[in-house]
Each structure stands twice: as C-alpha cells, then as structure tokens.
C-alpha cells in the first residue's frame, strides 16, 4: 500500500524536532512569568529567549515581538478599527478589519492607493505570489513568506507584520506581532499587562518555547538553500501536471511566488471534489486557505485576480515542503491526472465543450 503524501504546508507544517524538544523541556518549568522568584524568572528567561529567536529569525531586531495565539489574533490587534484598506486577496484575518477596494491585475500584483492606511500581504496562502511592499505599509502578513523565501522585518518598511508558529514548523495557537519601534496598538486583550501592555494574560509559555525553536530551525533551513531545492520540485510537479492534464490552468507560474505552491485549476471539476478525490487517492491537499476550507465557493482570492467564478471554483493548492521528493510529487500528478481524465469523461457524455 502506498504511503500517503502531506501535500497540505501552507495550511500547517510537520512539528520540527527542535520545536518539539524545547516544548518538552519548557513543560518541566512550574513558575510563573510573572514572578519574581527563581522559578519565575527561569520561566520569564525562557520566553524572552523566544522572543530574541523569533526576532532574530524575521530580521526584526530593535522591534517588539508580541505574542499572541496566532496571526489572527496578531491581525486583529494590528488592524482593528483602524479604518485600513486592502485588496481581495487578503486572508480573512486580515480583510475582515478592511475596506476590501484595491485594485488587483491578473498576476495577482496589488496597486496601494495610500500605503500608510493599508494592509498588505507579502505572500499569498493560495496562490504564492510574493508582493513588492510598498515603504510606509502600515501592516502585511508574514505569516507564509517567513522562513519560506529571504526577507527582513526591518527592511521591508512597514510598520507591523503578523507571524504564526505553524507555518514554519512550529506548534498551533502560537503567533506573534512585529511592532517598528515607538509604534503602539490598543490592547484587545485586557488585564494583567503582560506583553507589554498589549495582550493580557499568562504565557503560552509551551508554544512560544516551540516557536522560538522552529523559528531558529527555519532561518538556518532558508540559508541553507533547502526552499531552493524545493522549488526544483515544484517545478517537476508542474511540468508534470501540464504534460498529462490537458485543459488545465496553472496559476501564477513564472511569477515571482513561494518556492512551494502550484495552484491548478480544472475548470468544470470543482475544488473540493478534487481535493475529495486526491484524498481518497492518498494526498492531503486543499482547495485554497484552510480557514476557508468547508465553505463551498469559489476562491476569492481567484476571482478578485479577475477569474470567472467557474474557474474559481474549480481550484487545487498543492503545498509542499523539505522531504517532499521529485518521486512523490510525479506520482501526485500521475494520480491528479487520472481524477481529471474521468472528470472530462464525465463532462463530456453531459455535453460539456471542453478545451
């Protein structure tokens, strides 16, 4: 019986052993950050050990790392009531405290109107298409592009940027906020001070341990040239995926995007009969971002791109990462392409006019 194959990363990574290990180790710490004693500032050490990582990791030296349970929390407390404007592609997490009225081309590029009042990501989840920040963005979403491609917090010259632990290795309900300094945000959490000031409650001390470590992890993966050697594979899988499946639309190939990321469309086979189908086959994948997953429609992010709402909904994410080989990934295209060879069989005897 074949292996299954996580073809899934950008939804969420494998835990990192180095991640898992300083987990274990903070779960043998009983103090509590916030004291005073040496049980505490053993505790209270551990975490800004993390936070030194973590900034280290996003070239965010001299800014402020606040935790928080993931990027969306970071994204709220970013971006709440601020009155920001951002385009269609946005995560949720984000577009939910926007004016979505920016414009976006056919490459998935974004024109900022006034950059100072807007959010931008600098990496899609669905698509991978990598941005050109504008200087004196006031926020963008890190959250795919860290530990994926080169980049630094502090050249990038915006003012906050939202990061989560999974997506690099790290644990779930871990994320942090990247502040320039003398820049502040409205506490949504309240109550003890922790943070700063700017998210109440005790520690995730577990998580940002785990972060901590995956972040390290993943700035040493990245200057090793390990994404480089993946984006070798995503390049076989596309080849291979336009070799066998005639018809089929491959989103933002030859732009400049995530080393990891082939987003398909086969118009007329709908997004999540594809990913039931390759499931059944013995491949995690997804039919866009994964907090979208489950609600049947067509992708926003495509459309906004100016797809026809056909073809967005008729989409496949293939995210994949270091391990995944040249093997793995031709037997993926092998198996899609067999889906999509019954699925035109199917349109076809329905009268369908297919390309």
């Known amino acids: 019986m074949m292996r299954r194959l996580y073809l899934d990363w950008n939804a969420s990574t494998p835990l990192r052993p180095e991640a898992k290990a300083a987990m274990g180790a903070a779960m043998d710490l009983c103090g509590n950050a916030s004291s005073i004693h040496a049980e505490g500032r053993a505790v209270r050490g551990l975490i800004e050990k993390a936070r030194a990582q973590v900034a280290a990791a996003l070239g965010a030296e001299g800014a402020d790392i606040v935790f928080t349970s993931g990027a969306t929390e970071a994204a709220a407390l970013a971006c709440a009531d601020r009155g920001l404007h951002c385009a269609g592609i946005e995560h949720d997490a984000v577009a939910a405290w926007c004016v979505i009225d920016q414009p976006v081309d056919r490459a998935g590029r974004v024109s900022l109107a006034k950059p100072a009042a807007s959010a931008l990501q600098l990496a899609n989840s669905e698509t ?118 005639p018809g089929i639309i491959l989103v933002a190939k030859g732009q400049p995007r995530l080393p990891n990321t082939v987003t398909v469309v086969a118009p007329g086979w709908k997004g999540e009969t594809q990913v039931m189908a390759m499931d059944l086959a013995g491949f995690a994948v997804s039919a866009g971002s994964a907090c979208s997953s489950g609600k049947v429609s067509a992708s926003r992010v495509l459309v906004a791109m100016g797809h026809a709402d056909a073809q967005a909904g008729s989409a496949l994410r293939v995210s994949i990462g270091p391990g995944i080989t040249r093997e793995d990934v031709l037997r993926f295209a092998e198996s899609y392409a067999r889906g999509w060879a019954r699925a035109r069989e199917r349109m076809q005897q329905a009268g369908a006019d297919l390309p």
């Open 128 to 245: 991978g298409i990598v941005q050109d920040l504008p200087d004196g963005l006031a926020v963008s979403d890190l959250t795919q592009a860290f530990g994926k491609i080169p980049f630094a917090f502090n050249w990038l010259g915006c003012g906050m940027g939202l990061v989560s632990a999974h997506k690099l290795g790290g644990p779930k309900g871990i994320g942090a906020l990247a502040l320039r300094p003398g820049l502040e945000v409205t506490a949504r959490i309240r109550g003890g001070g922790q943070e700063m000031g700017r998210r109440a409650g005790t520690e995730n001390v577990i998580g940002i341990a785990g972060f901590g470590a995956a972040a390290e992890a993943a700035a040493r993966d990245l200057a090793d040239g390990v994404w480089e050697a993946v984006a070798e594979v995503r390049n076989i899988l596309e080849e291979a995926l336009e070799a066998l499946c």
